[in-house]
């Protein structure tokens, strides 16, 4: 079945550094686009970066910009997201999603609907906590 497993996620303290994986599996991955997304409780789930699959290009959300880098293995169908100089806001829920094609614009849902309006799968997040 279709699968995306994200990992890597943990307690550190500000400053500190995570990699994050997206493992993707039942699907054509050189098909899709890998967005990551993070979603802290009360708030929306903020586009964070994505990879576009015909060219690899990259986007950031502006809070994150020089900070957090993500990258493509497309042997291994996986996307990472290195985090370094990682701060409290950081803290949050962190998901990877696919979509067929290029990434999107960048955007917050506030709502799952629309949030599945664009992205056809998603995994189940791995938790980032940042301490200060």
């Known amino acids: 079945e279709v699968q995306l497993s994200e990992s890597g996620g943990g307690l550190v303290q500000t400053g500190g550094s995570l990699r994050l994986s997206c493992a993707a599996s039942?699907?054509?991955?050189?098909?899709?686009?890998i967005g990551w997304f993070r979603q802290a409780p009360g708030k929306g789930r903020e586009g964070v970066s994505c990879i576009s699959n015909s060219d690899s290009s990259t986007a950031y959300t502006d809070s994150v910009k020089g900070r957090f880098t993500i990258s493509s293995d497309n042997a291994k169908n996986t996307v990472y997201l290195q985090m370094n100089d990682l701060k409290p806001d950081d803290t949050a829920g962190y998901y990877c999603a696919a979509v067929r094609g290029r990434c999107p614009q960048l955007r917050t849902y506030y709502t799952r609907t629309s949030f599945l309006r664009v992205y056809d799968y998603w995994g189940q997040g791995t938790q980032v906590t940042v301490s200060s």
């Open positions: 039942g699907f054509t991955f050189d098909d899709y686009s």
